[in-house]
């Protein structure tokens, strides 16, 4: 078992804790010239919904454009997204992030993308932008902490997690 740790794994979801997953993932890789692969997931339910004939509201009506542009399109403005915050946020450091955009159910395409980029730590929020739907369904983060071959570094906002004695 190596422990050393040459790629991680940032999962960015644009919610409030992005910025915070960028920056513990560069304070870790500092220490050792560590490649970040900046890493967003577009959901598979967002891409079922564009499938939908008349989308996700009565009075809409698609386009005509197909999933596969659907898809290109997000993936441009994701990227595009992540880039301007690396460059606003981190320029001086952006050489050791790469950004990686995934389709699909994030869960899984986190779970893959450590195996088929041979990711040694992950870093991401226990919180994010699916929030009601984790009471529901159970949250992404958990799943990745109860399944992810590597470890999984959490990250959190201090005052909102504060204990009340």
Same mark, same amino acid.
């Given at each position: 078992?190596?422990?050393?740790?040459?790629?991680?794994?940032?999962?960015?979801?644009?919610?409030?804790?992005? +910025? @915070?997953?960028?920056?513990?993932?560069?304070?870790?890789?500092?220490?050792?010239?560590? &490649?970040? $692969?900046?890493? =967003?997931? *577009?959901?598979?339910?967002?891409?079922?919904?564009?499938?939908?004939?008349?989308?996700?509201?009565?009075?809409?009506?698609?386009?005509?454009?197909?999933?596969?542009?659907?898809?290109?399109?997000?993936?441009?403005?994701?990227?595009?997204?992540?880039?301007?915050?690396?460059?606003?946020?981190?320029?001086?450091?952006?050489? +050791? @992030?790469?950004?990686?955009?995934?389709?699909?159910?994030?869960?899984?395409?986190?779970? &893959?993308? $450590?195996?088929? =980029?041979? *990711?040694?730590?992950?870093?991401?929020?226990?919180?994010?932008?699916?929030?009601?739907?984790?009471?529901?369904?159970?949250?992404?983060?958990?799943?990745?902490?109860?399944?992810?071959?590597?470890?999984?570094?959490?990250?959190?906002?201090?005052?909102?997690?504060?204990?009340?004695?």
């Amino acid at each position: 078992m190596s422990t050393e740790i040459n790629k991680i794994l940032a999962c960015v979801d644009f919610s409030d804790y992005s +910025l @915070m997953v960028l920056e513990y993932s560069l304070a870790l890789a500092r220490q050792s010239n560590t &490649q970040i $692969i900046v890493f =967003n997931v *577009i959901n598979q339910r967002e891409i079922g919904d564009s499938e939908a004939p008349f989308g996700i509201f009565p009075n809409y009506v698609s386009k005509g454009t197909s999933t596969e542009d659907y898809v290109k399109k997000m993936k441009a403005e994701r990227t595009e997204k992540l880039k301007h915050l690396i460059e606003k946020n981190f320029s001086d450091e952006r050489i +050791l @992030m790469r950004v990686k955009i995934g389709k699909g159910s994030p869960f899984d395409i986190i779970l &893959q993308t $450590i195996d088929t =980029n041979d *990711i040694d730590l992950v870093v991401m929020a226990n919180k994010g932008r699916g929030n009601l739907s984790s009471v529901l369904f159970g949250s992404v983060a958990e799943k990745v902490f109860r399944h992810s071959p590597v470890p999984v570094f959490s990250v959190r906002e201090r005052q909102s997690f504060k204990r009340v004695k």
